[in-house]
């Protein structure tokens, strides 16, 4: 089956800092995977997604993630981080194959310091 | 840009009450799914929908929940009694033209408050 863990349900980093959101996968098949951003009180907005070819993906508001297998990781990324980025961070998962589904992850909220 | 709408926005309710909460998914997907949210926790899968019948539902989608699509645009969540751990943000989604990818494209949720 499969499931996704998202290590550190906080982090904490300075404006103009790397923003780093670890994400790790288990499926059976070929992942498709996703991360999606909730900003307080709104919906979920898709950053971006991976399904096939380049592993590295790049999203919106300067976002990017690289699907490693062989480490069964899809990192979420950003160079500088902005204010405008605090939100809580889901990664998911497409169960695809039988049961088509996302398989969402713990969150992680990421705060961001002047 | 097509958006996936819900209404209400928030509903307070007595517990043993029922509930129904509105969506419309984008018009031609095919595969619309109801997950819920409950305050700080990680968003839940409760039901996933296509062909006009459920094609999945988790183990928390129980007999007190139904979803309809009654017209070919609405799509509804029913909680027949409300109980109190009930109360969380139900969101809604919608997917697919002629191919699931697995990009659910979300409502802005509907915020469940039982008393």
């Known amino acids: 089956a499969q499931s996704v863990t998202q290590l550190g349900s906080h982090v904490s980093v300075s404006e103009g800092a790397l923003v780093l959101l670890r994400c790790n996968y288990s499926?059976?098949?070929?992942?498709?995977l996703f991360w999606y951003v909730q900003y307080p009180n709104q919906g979920l907005q898709l950053l971006l997604k991976?399904?096939?070819?380049?592993?590295l993906v790049k999203g919106i508001n300067g976002f990017e993630a690289e699907f490693k297998k062989s480490e069964t990781s899809f990192h979420l990324t950003k160079p500088s981080a902005h204010m405008s980025d605090a939100a809580e961070y889901f990664c998911?998962?497409?169960?695809?194959?039988?049961?088509?589904?996302?398989?969402f992850g713990s969150g992680t909220r990421l705060l961001v310091r002047p | 840009e097509p958006e996936v709408t819900q209404t209400p926005s928030h509903q307070v309710t007595q517990m043993g009450q029922e509930v129904i909460l509105r969506c419309v998914p984008i018009s031609n997907h095919l595969y619309f799914y109801w997950y819920r949210q409950i305050l700080g926790q990680k968003v839940e899968f409760l039901v996933s929908f296509y062909n006009n019948e459920i094609s999945e539902k988790s183990e928390i989608f129980d007999d007190q929940f139904s979803v309809e699509r009654p017209d070919g645009s609405n799509f509804t969540l029913k909680i027949r009694s409300t109980k109190l751990e009930d109360s969380a943000m139900y969101f809604c989604?919608?997917?697919?033209?002629?191919?699931?990818?697995?990009?659910?494209?979300f409502g802005e949720g509907s915020r469940l408050t039982v008393l």
């Open positions: 989604a919608s997917s697919g033209l002629a191919v699931n990818t697995g990009e659910l494209f």
């Open positions: 998911a998962v497409f169960a695809g194959d039988s049961s088509y589904k996302l398989i």
């Open positions: 499926s059976s098949v070929p992942p498709y």
């Open positions: 991976y399904t096939t070819g380049a592993t």
